[in-house]
């Protein structure tokens, strides 16, 4: 039987809330493994992290793991990078060790000529979307801070409140979450895991601004922003 290692990421939790979950692209890629025959030996994750970065944990095990005519499998090409360059560089990589890649939702399979080709062209292709993204992501902000608006979620520790403008969201101090932020920071610095703090804050039921509980990358994220 053919050997397969997974690889499933999420960039921030509001994603991993509302968009592809780790959960789901594991499910997906488990029913993929069963239904073709392919022995499903890991799956390697990364929480929290942008797919532009290229400095991965969790991708990094997963390709060391990777053996000849062991298959990469992915929820799609976007978990894996958002770069042509690392797309084209992990292809080549892959290639090297006698690996193919299997991504689901593009349904590539680089096992024959074909699938080498639409993967490569699936690779520009998705740099492309996200530059469109963010050259419309940028004039979507600049109109809202050109209207006075509020143009970006509310961050953990601050409530919106209207400002001098009926449409002018100004951000105001939250005392409860503010409280919050200092707990966690203070049990950061006494050694506390980020798992551990997160474990804390859902078993006293103190939710996060987004979602039903608080994650280790979240916390993460969170500590990364006050500090």
């Known amino acids: 039987m053919n050997k397969a290692v997974g690889y499933i990421r999420v960039s921030t939790q509001q994603q991993a809330d509302e968009g592809v979950s780790l959960e789901a692209q594991k499910a997906k890629i488990e029913a993929w493994c069963l239904a073709n025959d392919y022995t499903l030996s890991n799956i390697y994750s990364d929480e929290g992290i942008s797919g532009t970065k290229s ?25 894996l990078t958002r770069s042509t360059k690392d797309m084209l560089s992990l292809s080549d990589q892959l290639e090297k060790a006698n690996a193919d890649i299997v991504s689901l939702t593009e349904k590539i399979d680089t096992t024959t000529a074909a699938g080498k080709m639409v993967f490569r062209m699936m690779a520009v292709l998705n740099e492309f979307e996200r530059d469109q993204i963010s050259e419309r992501t940028k004039l979507a902000l600049n109109h809202k801070k050109s209207a006075g608006q509020s143009y970006s979620p509310t961050p953990y ?71």
């Open 55 to 79: 400095s991965r944990k969790g991708l990094q095990a997963a390709l060391d793991s990777i053996e000849s005519g062991t298959a990469l499998v992915v929820y799609s090409l976007s978990r």
């Open 157 to 227: 520790g601050y409530k919106s409140v209207c400002g001098y403008k009926a449409k002018n969201k100004v951000l105001e101090a939250d005392t409860a979450e503010q409280s919050v932020i200092k707990d966690i920071v203070a049990k950061r610095k006494a050694g506390q895991t980020l798992r551990e703090i997160a474990s804390d804050l859902n078993e006293k039921n103190i939710k996060p601004k987004r979602g039903e509980q608080w994650y280790a990358s979240s916390v993460s994220y969170l500590l990364k922003r006050v500090a």
